[in-house]
């Protein structure tokens, strides 16, 4: 019963962090898509690619920042 127990957790556990991935992966490529054009962004969707939860990450983030330079100007 506590193997049961056990088991399951890793599971909830595993599905939290693929989820997560998805998630992450699926925002940044939208945000990729809808800002950057041309070749930068064939190189920002293989890094997101290749470093899902780095390059996720850094695509987010330089999302707002060019966003709170856009609504700057």
Same mark, same amino acid.
């Given at each position: 019963?506590?193997?049961?127990?056990?088991? *399951? !957790? $890793? @599971?909830?556990?595993?599905?939290?962090?693929?989820? @997560?991935? !998805?998630?992450? +992966?699926? +925002? &940044?490529?939208?945000? +990729? $898509? #809808?800002?950057? &054009?041309?070749? &930068?962004?064939? @190189?920002?969707? *293989? *890094?997101? @690619? /290749? *470093?899902?939860?780095? !390059? %996720? &990450? /850094? !695509?987010? $983030?330089?999302? %707002? /920042?060019?966003? #709170?330079?856009?609504?700057?100007?």
């Amino acid at each position: 019963m506590l193997l049961n127990y056990i088991i *399951l !957790g $890793l @599971l909830y556990d595993r599905l939290f962090i693929y989820v @997560l991935y !998805g998630v992450l +992966t699926l +925002t &940044s490529i939208y945000m +990729t $898509l #809808k800002q950057e &054009s041309g070749f &930068s962004k064939f @190189l920002w969707i *293989l *890094l997101i @690619l /290749i *470093l899902p939860f780095i !390059g %996720s &990450s /850094i !695509g987010i $983030l330089n999302y %707002s /920042i060019n966003k #709170k330079k856009i609504k700057a100007n």
